[in-house]
T-cell receptor, first 117, second 114 residues
Framework: GAVVSQHPSWVICKSGTSVKIECRSLDFQATTMFWYRQFPKQSLMLMATSNEGSKATYEQGVEKDKFLINHASLTLSTLTVTSAHPEDSSFYIC?????????????FGAGTRLSVL | AQTVTQSQPEMSVQEAETVTLSCTYDTSESDYYLFWYKQPPSRQMILVIRQEAYKQQNATENRFSVNFQKAAKSFSLKISDSQLGDAAMYFCAYRTYNNNDMRFGAGTRLTVKP
């Protein structure tokens, strides 16, 4: 299957700092990338959907200014958690798809564990 | 809004036996896709199997098969000849035909006993 790389896998930061998480599609051009948040022992909650070259579409309740998403190229999307606080600690997962070829399958990165002290 | 329900928070199966994980969903759409994803302890989401709603034939992938009942809005996963490596969280997921959004169920934690 297609490979999606997510970096870093684990980040610890101080409260008030910003953290950037990268999501790369390594062997395909992703027309759409998705960002999810997963709390311990819970399901994945979609945060936002981004298409290359356009603004991300955020789910209801997700703060756009808090979670900045940039999808500058067909192979890279970034999620920046601005002014992170302990309540932002979570597991963040990205996925990517290119509908016509992937048959609507989303391929997932390995996730990033964010711990805010 | 579409919802996906997995009513079994935990399931266990003896190695080499068969287990079925349940999933129901609610939608007013006629065209959509259904998926089962596996999340092992590494937390990497892995696609197990995929079903297109317009196809009547149930999808199969080696030891994994589904029982898709469109009228009942049910999409169960059967794992045959269970292996220790099958132990993981299993998520049922739904997406519409024209929308990229994928909605996940709460997950079922599968334990495989040796």
């Amino acid at each position: 299957g297609a490979v999606v790389s997510q970096h870093p896998s684990w980040v610890i930061c101080k409260s008030g700092t910003s953290v950037k998480i990268e999501c790369r599609s390594l062997d395909f051009q992703a027309t759409t990338m998705f960002w999810y948040r997963q709390f311990p022992k819970q399901s994945l909650m979609l945060m936002a959907t981004s298409n290359e070259g356009s603004k991300a579409t955020y789910e209801q309740g997700v703060e756009k200014d808090k979670f900045l998403i940039n999808h500058a190229s067909l192979t890279l999307s970034t999620l920046t958690v601005t002014s992170a606080h302990p309540e932002d600690s979570s597991f963040y997962i990205c996925s990517a798809s290119w509908d016509r070829v992937s048959k609507n399958i989303q391929y997932f990165g390995a996730g990033t564990r964010l711990s805010v002290l | 809004a579409q919802t996906v329900t997995q009513s079994q928070p935990e399931m266990s199966v003896q190695e080499a036996e068969t287990v079925t994980l349940s999933c129901t969903y609610d939608t007013s759409e006629s065209d959509y896709y259904l998926f089962w994803y596996k999340q092992p302890p590494s937390r990497q989401m892995i696609l197990v199997i995929r079903q297109e709603a317009y196809k009547q034939q149930n999808a199969t992938e080696n030891r994994f098969s589904v029982n898709f009942q469109k009228a009942a809005k049910s999409f169960s996963l059967k794992i045959s000849d269970s292996q220790l490596g099958d132990a993981a969280m299993y998520f049922c997921a739904y997406r519409t035909y024209n929308n990229n959004d994928m909605r996940f169920g709460a997950g079922t934690r599968l334990t495989v006993k040796p």
